[in-house]
């Protein structure tokens, strides 16, 4: 593992029209059940499939930074960076950001955090499953500083494959939980991704709804951020493939304040997917 340091700004250019602006420590926001009065700092979270290839990298180099920098993220994973991809957007994110790498596959999925909010409190990655190269999921367990809480993220990148795809799900459930079992009380967590599944496949199924992946359910009970927020309107494709395959999710105990699908201008072929979550107390 490396911990390095990394930039920001704001705008973002949404297929859908969202604030995904930080509030105020006493911002009223709109929710689709009411009112939200916040007396906590939210988390702005980018999951963000940069695209492997170095051919056309120095062409989109800028364009990836700025959309990233557009989001204004507070956690974010990235999926499909070479070494060389990372190094230039760790570069270009210095300033602001912390890129954590683990160098666990061909194509690395490194986290990216705000250096003056959060601490690095421990880290790691488990096998999802093997196409080609081993799948990952990446995960660091992070100190909220303002909020004064811990966070476990976890980034992935799962296989095309079906049924390696199911077993790199499964994976990532047991990790979810076996951190889980480790606290007192529910940890707040964060799982995003390129998860190569459309909302109906057998993996997101397990994950979403409750549905058995080799005879077993998840003992997780976890939401996709958009449907959190907009439970009647479809999502917007997150792909040039002309499906939404890119995720954020988080337990249903988590309060989802906003979510968004951006647009990637033709810098990569997935488009950033954002979400905005309060603490569990944020709706009255």
């Known amino acids: 593992m490396r911990i390095r340091i990394i930039a920001v ?5 949404v297929l859908v029209p969202l604030s995904t602006a930080h509030a105020d ?18 988390l702005e979270i980018l999951t963000f499939n940069v695209l492997a290839t170095r051919a056309t990298w120095d062409d989109r180099r800028a364009g990836i930074v700025d959309k990233i920098k557009e989001t204004d993220p507070d956690i974010a994973g990235l999926q ?14 210095q ?18 955090f705000r250096t003056d ?21 990446n995960w660091v367990r992070l100190y909220d500083n303002r909020n004064r ?16 795809r199911e077993l790199h799900s499964v994976a990532l459930v047991e990790l ?31 994950l979403l709804d409750g549905s058995p992946l080799f005879g077993e359910v998840s003992p997780l009970d976890l939401d996709d951020t958009w449907e959190a927020v907009y439970p009647r309107v479809a999502k917007p494709p997150t792909s040039d493939r002309d499906v939404s395959i890119d995720y954020i999710l988080t337990p249903d105990s988590m309060n989802v304040l906003d979510a968004s699908v951006g647009d990637h201008a033709g810098f990569s072929d997935h ?14």
């Open 9 to 13: 700004v704001s705008s973002l250019t």
């Open 25 to 42: 420590v006493h911002t009223i926001k709109r929710h689709p059940e009411g009112m939200v009065k916040t007396s906590h700092t939210p």
């Open 80 to 93: 499909e960076a070479f070494e060389s991809i990372r190094s230039d957007i760790e570069y270009d994110l």
């Open 95 to 112: 300033d602001d950001y912390t890129m954590v790498s683990f160098d666990a596959g061909m194509h690395d999925n490194p986290i990216i």
């Open 117 to 137: 909010r959060f601490d690095v409190t421990d880290s790691g990655y488990v096998d999802g499953a093997f196409c080609g190269f081993m799948r990952t999921v």
């Open 149 to 164: 809480e811990d966070i476990y993220f976890y980034n992935n990148h799962m296989c095309t494959d079906v049924g390696e």
């Open 176 to 206: 979810m939980d076996s951190h889980q079992r480790r606290t007192s009380a529910p940890a707040k967590a964060i799982a995003v991704g390129d998860l190569n599944s459309h909302r109906r496949s057998p993996n997101a199924r397990y």
């Open 271 to 284: 488009h950033p997917v954002t979400a905005t979550i309060g603490s569990g107390d944020d709706i009255e």
